[in-house]
């Protein structure tokens, strides 16, 4: 993770509420292609995001198509896509797969077939201000509304300005927000391939290993239940988690699950995973919480 990508993750969890679920750098459908940020609200829709770390300087050249940007290893100029054309192939490409599922499109004949879940797009520039992207010119072959400058994500930023500068980024919105169930339809079919990504994590590592750190729950499990959990498995992992104890996440490379302190991937399997249970094939927010172990409402100690 970029220095950038850490500092627009705290703040998304700074500035939105539980309603939001949040994925960094998660593999799309069977393409496994890598936004790095989705962001899922029930009545807002889904929205993709690319951060780029760029300095205004780094920007050599930029059309609506592809941008020359300097190598920031050899300082050599290199063509990349434009990335808010980058964020929009990712969103389209999240639809098309949904539109696949009967459950999530209009049955209308007008829109018959369309996905019921609305789409957005843009692009986060932590390191270049709005001023600075004005006067360079890029905003003739980058929508505006599209993108969040360095100066519109700071600590101190209005949590409401800055959901706005998110909504802003929508076309269009429905009047009826999504149930849970389209919500978990939603998920399924996005990441199909994520709970195989990270049995594989398991299997791959030795029996024996050891576990590098201790990162424990706080007092506000209940707010990472209710955002990144499925609703109806919230109360059976919160009774797991009270009934260890002094409960902790396991860090393993980027693996990542709930278990007792003080243990080795060898009793992880003989204990861990009944621990998790039904649970831990189907719980996604702990891929977030690999990204970002120092987010709140983690505490590394």
């Not at 850490?6 to 292609?33: N, S, T």
């Not at 006067?135 to 600590?155: A, H, P, R, T, W």
Request: net charge negative; proline share 5%.
């Amino acid at each position: 993770m970029t220095l950038g990508e850490k500092c627009f993750a705290v703040r998304l969890e700074q500035k939105l509420d539980d309603d939001y679920l949040i994925w960094y750098d998660v593999p799309i459908g069977k393409k496994q292609l890598h936004p790095d940020f989705i962001v899922l609200h029930p009545l807002r829709g889904l929205l993709v995001l690319e951060v780029k770390d760029w300095k205004i300087d780094t920007i050599l050249n930029a059309t609506r198509a592809n941008w020359t940007i300097a190598d920031r290893h050899t300082n050599a100029p290199k063509q990349v896509k434009n990335p808010l054309e980058q964020a929009r192939r990712y969103v389209l490409h999240a639809v098309q797969i949904l539109e696949r599922d009967a459950e999530l499109v209009r049955a209308i004949a007008r829109d018959y077939g369309k996905c019921i879940v609305p789409y957005g797009y843009g692009v986060v520039f932590p390191n270049i201000t709005r001023s600075q992207l004005e006067k360079s010119g890029i905003e003739q072959v980058i929508e505006s509304n599209l993108v969040i400058c360095q100066d519109e994500m700071l600590e101190g930023i209005d949590q409401e300005e800055f959901r706005q500068r998110l909504r802003n980024m929508f076309p269009y919105q429905f009047d009826t927000p999504l149930s849970q169930q389209q919500i978990n339809r939603i998920r399924w079919n996005i990441f199909p391939n994520l709970d195989d990504h990270l049995n594989d994590m398991i299997d791959s590592l030795p029996s024996d290993s050891s576990i590098p750190e201790k990162i424990f729950l706080n007092s506000s499990i209940d707010k990472i239940l209710r955002k990144y959990a499925y609703i109806d498995l919230e109360v059976d992992l919160k009774e797991e988690i009270h009934r260890i104890g002094s409960a902790s996440l396991i860090l393993e490379q980027d693996f990542k699950v709930i278990e007792s302190a003080q243990t080795s991937l060898e009793s992880l399997r003989e204990q861990g995973l009944h621990i998790c249970g039904h649970n831990f094939r189907r719980f996604d927010y702990k891929y977030l919480i690999t990204r970002f172990p120092t987010l709140d409402p983690w505490e590394i100690r």
